[in-house]
């Protein structure tokens, strides 16, 4: 396993594994057996990061979530990895009351968070949550009054460092300058693989286009930052790299797939890796490198990703890589 640094604050910075855990189907599709045989294997490959919500994931049986951080929750316990593990969890997408769809959903007022973080430490059986991102867009609450409320988990020791996820770039870079020198946003969780989707599409978070994916005025800003950090959920699209059976969605229609699929089929000849390895070695090394947010369902899936952290590109083929995924279409 490799690591690195996250945070910009020296006093609360920590070091992860470049290859975090998800753990959104704990408790749900994934049962606690197969979630604490992943998660045994993730630490003894030395992975350090995992990742859920405290609405995880109440649209898989029509409930308000938690499930997948009491899972977590228990597993620390029993395990004894606590001190070992960077926790991160979520806030603001959980529905007011048992649901299927994100219609209805609790938001980022002070109080909201205020209540949510405690819950979420319950569940989890922990003090300090490690990371707490505010999970998405939150258009009912000024910007000024979720920067304070969340600032304020951070000042009273409720958490130790604070993630957005699912938000306009601009609404960070405008969040992270309401915060003047309170904490503010050091990491930031968005949909992010080597193809590339259109972004043009509307939906429930925005009528403007797609929320939540890494485009051009993420990435750009992000490489105008270097201390901040980006975390790439979906990295692997749902297997639909690798998956006859998973296709990729309607987003990826467009001509520059094929193009890029070539490239990558190309780099997985030469190294014999898969495409999903492929894909986590390039994340590693891209112009704006990212930590590759996994799922998996079984032990397989996860050695698959864990053993990409240590396919070595050569500079031609990254370059290669990268200069299919810039290119215009």
Known sequence: MKYRKIGTDPARQREVSVLALGAMWFGTATDEPTAFALLDRYAAAG??????????????????????????????AQSGQRDRMVVATKVGARPLSPSRDFRDIEGLSPAVVREQV????????????????????????????QVDGLAGLVEDGAVG????????????????????????YDVVQFQHSYLRPRTDQPGLASPEGTVGVADGALLSWLADDPRLTMVAYSPLLKGAYTRDDKPLPDAFDHPG??????????????TGATRNQVVIAWML???????PLVGASSVAQLD????????????EQQAMLDGERERVW
């Open 47 to 76: 992975g350090t990061f995992l990742d859920t919500s405290n609405n995880y994931a109440f649209w898989a049986n029509g409930t308000q979530g938690g499930e997948s951080e009491a899972v977590l929750g228990r597993w620390l």
């Open 118 to 145: 405690d819950r979420s430490r319950e569940r989890l059986g922990i003090e300090q949550i490690d990371l707490y991102y505010a999970h998405l867009r939150d258009p009912g609450t000024p910007l000024a009054e």
């Open 161 to 184: 460092m604070l993630g957005a996820s699912n938000f306009w770039a601009w609404e960070l870079e405008r969040s992270r300058s309401l915060a003047e020198d309170r904490p503010a």
């Open 257 to 270: 797939t094929p193009a890029r699929l070539a490239v990558l089929d190309e780099v997985a000849r030469e």
């Open 285 to 291: 090394g891209a112009p704006v490198p990212a930590i």
């Open 304 to 315: 698959e990703s864990i053993e990409a952290v240590d396919l070595e590109l050569t500079a």
